[in-house]
């Protein structure tokens, strides 16, 4: 799929690009978008992938990994009924569908690059993707999202009277959008044009051996694991109920001037704002306290971080060097001015259509056209609101694929990316229905 869509986004930018006289432009893009991928994008997320891949270690060597999946056992194991209920994959997964609902994009990104590697582990066809990463991604890419924390930041930055009053809508549009793409995910599983090839393992004890040694913890961890004694109890009870004061803190004390309000608004911006650092500390005190070597685990693992983002490069280069010779060429605009009269007809808001053709192909691009709409509109006009609701409940389909696929050096995606977008058309269909029933 991605070989087509790649093509028909290079081709067809090259052929607008002569057709409107933009070809100079197309040309110009190329270059600036190699750049932004390789500087801009791959290098700064080393640091952020070597610090939560780290950490990712220190959890999983402490056992928090296993515990976190064992408890949500009953609903991963219907999700993704390919994988081990004890495998690390179940436990990178969640993590970081938590961390993409609470709206922590620099812990959530690390996280699924490590729960695709973790998946890739039980994968018999390397270069193809698995059941279980395309229902992955289609989770990752439709994510249920609490507050839609920077729609609402410009919303309020514009002087919105209720910047708050797209959590909902934004909240039912994801919900929608995440059951739809898992649905999408699972029907398309079975359909014979997407089926598995042949596995190139050919012996099966080999395959099952692989699964078997990823599910069970390796002799020198379980060797080195100690049982958290009565005084270690103690110690993560006293920082637990720390963060509690800070939480409770957070959430009583008087709002800043311009900021959202409201019970549900606080209690989510006090979780995304303490999260960040109680994980950077009761992963490791956790891990001390079972007898884990933390600092030689948390290098060890940080080197990955580095292996990761230059891998990503070549995937990142051709998926955002396509995307922004296409736009250069006025590729959108053509699109937006084709559908124009056919959306009218359906009463879709024509002002909204190059952002949400753009949505899936750039977070920065449709940040931008959402700020515009703002300011042109008002921030409490109903245009505004569906623009918050879509860029809230959408995600950039076409980065995430490039990047969590590129991770591990998938070249054919099979239904992912159908299942992505998928779930984007019903988070925007959803989202301008519940605005004009809610706010038209």
Not at 160 to 166: G, H, K, R, T
Not at 225 to 252: E, N, T
Not at 283 to 296: D, Q
Not at 367 to 377: A, S, V
Request: aromatic fraction near 8%.
């Amino acid at each position: 799929m991605l070989n087509y869509l790649w093509l028909a986004l290079m081709v067809g930018a090259v052929v607008i690009g002569g057709w409107t006289g933009h070809l100079s432009e197309v040309a110009d893009k190329s270059f600036e978008m190699t750049e932004y991928a390789v500087v801009k994008t791959a290098f700064p997320l080393i640091g952020v992938m070597a610090l939560w891949l780290g950490l990712m270690r220190l959890a999983e060597r402490s056992g928090l990994v296993s515990l976190l999946a064992r408890a949500l056992r009953p609903i991963m194991r219907r999700l993704f009924p390919e994988v081990p209920p004890e495998h690390p994959a179940m436990g990178s997964m969640v993590m970081n569908i938590a961390a993409n609902m609470l709206g922590l994009g620099n812990a959530a990104t690390p996280l699924g690059l490590r729960a695709m590697k973790d998946l890739e582990s039980l994968n018999r066809n390397p270069g193809t993707a698995t059941n279980a990463m395309c229902t992955f991604l289609a989770i990752n890419t439709s994510s249920v999202q609490i507050v839609p924390v920077t729609a609402m930041a410009i919303l309020a930055a514009n002087h919105s009277q209720n910047p708050s009053a797209i959590v909902g809508t934004s909240l039912i549009a994801t919900a929608c959008a995440c059951t739809c793409g898992v649905i999408t995910a699972q029907l398309l599983a079975r359909s014979p044009f997407f089926k598995m090839p042949p596995p190139e393992i050919a012996a099966p004890g080999l395959a099952a051996a692989t699964v078997a040694a990823t599910d069970k913890p390796s002799v020198k961890e379980a060797a080195t694991l100690k049982p958290l004694r009565w005084w270690g109890g103690l110690i993560m009870a006293s920082f637990l109920l720390f963060f509690v004061w800070l939480f409770v803190q957070a959430v009583i004390a008087p709002p800043v001037a311009g900021a959202a309000t409201g019970p549900l608004i606080r209690v989510v911006d006090a979780i995304s704002k303490l999260l960040v650092p109680f994980l950077l500390a009761v992963f490791p005190l956790y891990a001390a306290l079972r007898g884990v070597k933390i600092y030689e685990e948390f290098v060890e693992a940080a080197k990955e971080g580095f292996d990761v983002a230059i891998r990503i490069i070549p995937y990142l280069l051709a998926m955002l060097c396509a995307v922004g010779m296409f736009r250069a060429a006025g590729g959108i605009d053509m699109i937006t001015a084709a559908l124009a009269p056919v959306l009218k007809l359906i009463h879709f808001p024509t002002e909204l259509l190059p952002m949400v053709l753009l949505r899936p192909m750039s977070g920065s691009g449709t940040l931008g056209m959402f700020t515009e709409l703002t300011k042109q509109f008002g921030p409490d006009s109903l245009i505004a609101r569906m623009a918050g609701t879509i860029y809230g409940s959408t995600e950039t389909t076409f980065y995430v694929l490039a990047v969590y696929f590129g991770s591990v050096a998938i070249r054919r995606t099979r239904y992912a990316v159908i299942a992505g977008l998928t779930a984007d058309a019903v988070s925007v269909i959803v989202s301008i229905v519940l605005c004009r029933a809610m706010f038209g």
